[in-house]
């Protein structure tokens, strides 16, 4: 199953609840100990610093179940318990930042920053990357939970356009979460954003069009309306505690969040083009149209994340029963350690554009 064992692989996927929990142990102690106060960085220094040194260290394990093998993984009541108990970490993570709004008032700057960056990123971790997990399920009430950890961070939206918008056009120009060739981290998130938004919005009404809604009632059943309804419903929250900072901190982390995933989605489908017949239909999504990564640590942190082309080629499969595959091409570090790589533009095309070339990918130039 994997080099491992099937107990060890299991047991991995608590890393994400555990940092998510170390980040709440760490902010609390710096909220009592102002020689802490560096603490509210912690959860930036975890996710951007020590989880890809690890990784690295630690090495890659590719997995390449059987069908057995992952009909009992997919079965397997533990993992399925996974996303609920890191869903409910975060839930608490977020209420508990929003309670003490006037200890993190008394904060300096620099601190402040610090909480709310690193709150953000646990919000990408536990919030959205959990909540692609669920959105993908075949229970409602598991894709509803997706819904309503997308909303903690303002981005109930992705719900809609990621299983209904960006599973379809992947690996296209019609797809705003798809980089093209030479497209700089910095054109391509704010691009991602608003095609997001925008794409998301005309998905669901169009689809109220076909069954026959139009007008105020259409406007009224978009499930993005409601998802929009309960990010605002924890923003009065927030304000209730916090006021103005209470929604400096609710927003502030949600913005850090979606940033973070459309900084991932950019590392994901980087350059990479599906190809269309002499009709101009596209051929299927296929391995070789999203990025891999088989790093142990950040695997087992982002449930699987990484082993985005078999995500891709089978978009319902869980978690827990993903295959690596080599034939895909192939990330040389973890998401995180690639996104500091982006940020500097020439450093990761000198990095990824020989990649592409040798596998054989068809680049989106």
């Known amino acids: 199953m994997t080099k491992f064992g099937y107990h060890a692989y299991r047991f991995s996927f608590w890393l994400a609840p555990l940092v998510g929990s170390s980040f709440l142990l760490g902010v609390s102690r710096a909220f009592e100990d102002p020689s802490l106060h560096w603490m ?34 997919v079965r397997d009541s533990m993992l399925r318990a996974i996303p609920w108990v890191s869903g409910l970490v975060w839930l608490a993570i977020l209420g508990w930042a929003i309670a003490h709004v006037p200890q993190f008032a008394e904060l300096a700057l620099i601190y402040q920053i610090g909480f709310i960056v690193s709150l953000g990123v646990m919000g990408g971790i536990l919030a959205i990357n959990i909540a692609h997990e669920l959105v993908h399920r075949n229970n409602k009430f598991e894709r509803f939970a997706g819904g309503v950890l997308l ?16 599973h379809l056009r992947v690996a296209t120009h019609d797809d705003p979460a798809t980089a093209r060739l030479n497209e700089t981290i910095y054109a391509f998130v704010p691009r991602a954003i608003f095609g997001v938004f925008f794409h998301g919005w005309r998905i669901e009404s169009e689809a109220l069009k076909r069954q026959g809604h139009s007008g105020v009632a259409a406007f009224l059943r978009n499930e993005n309306l409601h998802w929009a309804a309960l990010s605002a419903a924890i923003a009065a929250i927030a304000y209730s505690f916090g006021g103005a900072l209470g929604l400096a901190v609710f927003f502030g982390a949600s913005a850090v969040a979606i940033i973070e995933l459309e900084l991932v989605d950019y590392i994901e489908h980087y350059g990479l083009l599906r190809s269309r017949d002499p009709s101009g239909k596209l051929e299927p999504v296929r391995y070789q149209h999203s990025w891999d990564y088989s790093g142990w640590f950040t695997n087992a942190l982002l449930v699987n994340l990484q082993r985005h082309s078999d995500h891709h080629a089978h978009g319902g499969r869980a978690f827990g029963a993903l295959n690596s595959h080599p034939e895909a091409p192939q990330l040389p570090a973890s998401y995180a350690a690639m996104i500091l790589a982006a940020l500097v533009p020439p450093l990761y095309r000198a990095i990824i554009h020989p990649r592409i070339s040798a596998a054989g990918a068809r680049a989106s130039a």
Do not use: M, N
């Not at 509210?40 to 057995?68: A, H, N």
């Not at 909303?151 to 960006?166: D, I, L, P, T, W």
């Open 151 to 166: 909303a903690s961070v303002c981005y109930g939206v992705f719900k809609v356009e990621h299983v209904r918008g960006h």
């Open 40 to 73: 509210t960085w912690w959860g930036t220094i975890v996710t951007y610093l020590f989880v890809p040194l690890v990784d690295k260290l630690l090495g890659r394990v590719t997995t390449r179940f059987t069908p057995e093998e992952q009909a009992t993984l």
